[in-house]
């Protein structure tokens, strides 16, 4: 018979015995399993850990292949080229751009493979990769010649634009007006274009320009259209013209005596537009406000060109050498010396002094101007460009040298005067309409009993460039107000158009 321990020892073996097989079952299963694994891990893909960028671009649990693949589709990815509003894509490739991927990610294929397999199996088994250092240097690389022939045949013919040049429009009053040209920069360009490929993030590349120059139109061209107007009406007498841009004071000279050039500032009978000198002169000398009878002669001088009131103005400044102290103004004050009012306007009024000056001293084209009054186109010009100076800014000659009295708000009140003068002839005939201007026109019968000279002189207000223009014709012979006024109107015409090229106007003149 068993004892006790002797049953408890067989049960053990039993029990051993039982577990011992599905023990050696289970080792044998996870031995397999194990083995499995660790032949699955062999043939896994090393990957770049969480957080990793290859060259700004991320890649972390990405395998080498998926990298490259990463790499290319955002190193591939178009340009946005723009071109002021305009947008549009180019493929860098097209360009010669390309990325070696190959290099870029050798360095983390180098490091994997450098590593034991139990490493691999360990960061497999437990999913945790651990980190290693790879290389965050982009290897590209540009063909140049692709680049330039690209640029060349792509870009250039399609958003270069070449400068046109100025011209006159012959038969007309206007100008065709230049264009600028736009040159792309080559080398801005293609810098902006490698510093995008290599910040994918950064891929809209503005097309850089270099304006060029404007063509402006030149003194040459507007003397071709003012002697085409002397032609077109077959005006053989003497023009001279002189017209002032007062945004830079740019001076335009225009002269003609039998349609051939002559040297400028002949003397001309001033006739009414000495008054712009007495208007000066007076309110240099006058209060603020005016007396009711003070300002009564002024306009009925410049507005309606009455002499009587411009009498009555020079007599109040001195009542015997009255039009001496103008000239004294002009000439020995403001520098004006071809510039002079030798005696007042009334009929049979003595001559105060004989005055001789560069202009009427001229051997070469004398016009027998009036003894009593005398002006050049330069001096008036330049009186009304002072004029605009001290009503704008208030500085300037005419406030300088005519004493402390003459101001700013004079000089305007005598603008806004010379504004009311609107008699739609001449010089505002050549306008657009409600063109304001400054101005006053002159004519007088000469001792033949005939009228030789017309002028117009003035500040025009326009929509492009404020400028002063002042314009006499002389005949030899009677010189109709129509034949005056039709000419004078065209030429202001050409000048306005010329001043202000992007307002230009045009209509028939009748001829």
Not at 298 to 310: F, K
Request: proline share 5%.
């Amino acid at each position: 018979m068993m004892t006790g321990v002797q049953q408890e020892k067989n049960l053990n073996k039993r029990i051993y015995k039982f577990l011992l097989i599905p023990g050696l079952i289970l080792i044998l299963i996870s031995l397999y399993l194990t083995y499995i694994t660790y032949q699955r891990a062999k043939s896994v893909e090393c990957r770049f850990p969480d957080g990793t960028e290859l060259s700004h671009v991320p890649v972390g649990g990405l395998t080498a292949e998926e990298a490259k693949q990463r790499l290319v589709l955002v190193y591939d990815s178009p340009f946005l080229m723009q071109v002021e509003n305009h947008q549009f894509a180019i493929n860098p490739q097209s360009l010669g751009f390309s990325i070696d991927e190959e290099k870029m990610v050798q360095k983390g294929l180098e490091l994997c493979e450098k590593q034991s397999t139990w490493f691999w199996f360990k960061q497999y088994l437990w999913n945790n990769y651990e980190d290693f250092s790879v290389s965050n240097e982009l290897v590209w690389n540009l063909d140049g010649d692709v680049l330039q022939a690209f640029l060349s045949s792509e870009i250039l013919p399609r958003y270069e634009i070449p400068g046109t040049p100025s011209y006159p429009l012959k038969g007309t009053t206007q100008f065709i007006t230049g264009q600028q040209s736009k040159q792309i920069n080559l080398p801005v360009l293609q810098d902006g274009l490698i510093d995008a490929y290599l910040s994918p993030q950064e891929r809209i590349i503005e097309i850089p320009y270099e304006v060029g120059e404007t063509n402006q139109l030149t003194n040459e061209m507007l003397i071709y259209q003012l002697n085409q107007v002397l032609m077109s009406q077959n005006f053989t007498g003497v023009v001279e013209l002189q017209a002032e841009r007062l945004s830079d004071n740019s001076i335009y000279h225009f002269t003609s005596n039998n349609l051939q050039p002559f040297s400028p500032d002949v003397a001309f009978t001033a006739a009414s537009t000495m008054k712009i000198p007495i208007l000066l002169s007076s309110l240099s000398r006058l209060d603020l406000p005016l007396s009711d009878l003070e300002q009564g002669w002024i306009n009925y001088m410049i507005i309606y060109s009455e002499n009587d009131p411009a009498d009555r103005l020079m007599e109040e400044i001195d009542a015997v050498r009255g039009p001496l102290v103008v000239t004294e103004d002009m000439q020995n004050s403001l520098g004006l010396n071809n510039t002079f009012i030798a005696g007042y306007f009334y009929l049979g009024a003595p001559l105060l002094d004989l005055y001789q000056t560069p202009a009427n001293q001229r051997s070469d084209l004398n016009l027998n101007a009036d003894l009593y009054n005398q002006t050049t186109v330069a001096d008036i010009s330049t009186l009304l460009s002072w004029l605009y100076e001290c009503e704008q800014n208030g500085r300037g000659p005419l406030i300088t040298r005519l004493g402390e009295n003459m101001t700013q708000e004079k000089c305007q009140l005598a603008v806004e005067t010379l504004k009311r003068n609107q008699m739609g002839a001449l010089i505002e005939s050549g306008l657009p309409e409600a063109t304001p201007i400054a101005h006053k026109h002159g004519w007088s019968e000469e001792s033949d009993g005939l009228i030789h000279t017309f002028s117009d002189v003035g500040i025009v207000y326009a929509e492009e460039n404020d400028f002063v223009l002042s314009i006499f014709i002389y005949s030899p012979n009677q010189l109709l107000f129509d034949t005056a006024n039709l000419l004078t109107a065209e030429l202001s015409q050409v000048v306005y158009n010329f001043m202000n090229p992007d307002y230009q106007i045009g209509w028939d003149f009748g001829l």
